[in-house]
Antibody, heavy 117, light 107 residues
């Protein structure tokens, strides 16, 4: 069974950075894409970007190009997302997800990021 | 970016009723359309991919159809566990984009 285990809730001050992790078990992340999606309180889903862990290639939504940095460590089967220059509207739940052909067939449980001074 | 216009924003259905949710893409997406279900406080789960293919383990009362720019999700016989938010997502072109969601409640 494939499982994606995300790191815990984060509380960050404005202007700082946080790094979220997503450890995959039951599947080799070299063989899939890892996506990150956010959901602001009471809102819908927003795609941030994806990484191909096999070669490190990334694609970002335009609005996240200077906000998010996606990396992956194939030795630990873990994907990461760093969010920089935090602002209040970065407060959201962040999900990692994986899947072929850009369809997300397995999701992490989500990690809450709260930005507050 | 491809805009995904999802309707209705909310609906309520009686147990056993058949419901439909629609997504309209701003350009043709060649059946590169997925549907997700998100229950309250949980992460989304894939229901349908490639517009009409049922993900393993998803009940057969869920079905997807459509082509070009218009796609729909049908639930044939509403069950209590189907109360959730539903989202469509296009994978035809980057950036991947989601519909705004439909909140489905039991009447």
């Amino acid at each position: 069974e494939v499982q994606l285990q995300q790191s815990g809730a984060e509380l960050g001050k404005p202007g700082t950075s946080v790094k979220l992790s997503c450890k995959v078990s039951g599947y080799n992340i070299r063989n899939t894409y890892m996506h990150w999606v956010n959901q602001r309180p009471g809102k819908g889903l927003e795609w941030i970007g994806r990484i191909d862990p096999a070669n490190g290639n990334t694609i970002y939504a335009e609005k996240f190009k200077s906000k998010a940095t996606l990396t992956a460590d194939t030795s630990s089967n873990t994907a990461y997302m760093q969010l920089s220059q935090l602002k209040s509207d970065d407060t959201a739940i962040y999900f990692c997800a994986m899947g072929d052909w850009d369809v997300m067939d397995a999701w992490g449980q989500g990690a809450s990021v709260t930005v507050s001074s | 970016d491809i805009q995904m216009t999802q309707s209705p924003a909310s609906l309520s259905a009686s147990l056993g009723e058949t419901v439909s949710i629609e997504c309209l893409a701003s350009e043709g997406i060649s059946n590169d359309l997925a549907w997700y279900q998100q229950k309250s406080g949980k992460s989304p789960q894939l229901l349908i991919y490639a517009a009409s293919r049922l993900q393993d383990g998803v009940p057969s009362r869920f079905s997807g159809s459509g082509s070009g720019t218009r796609y729909s999700l049908k639930i044939s016989g509403m069950q209590p566990e189907d109360e959730a938010d539903y989202f469509c997502q296009q994978s035809y072109k980057y950036p991947l984009t989601f519909g705004s969601g439909t909140k489905l409640e039991i009447k």
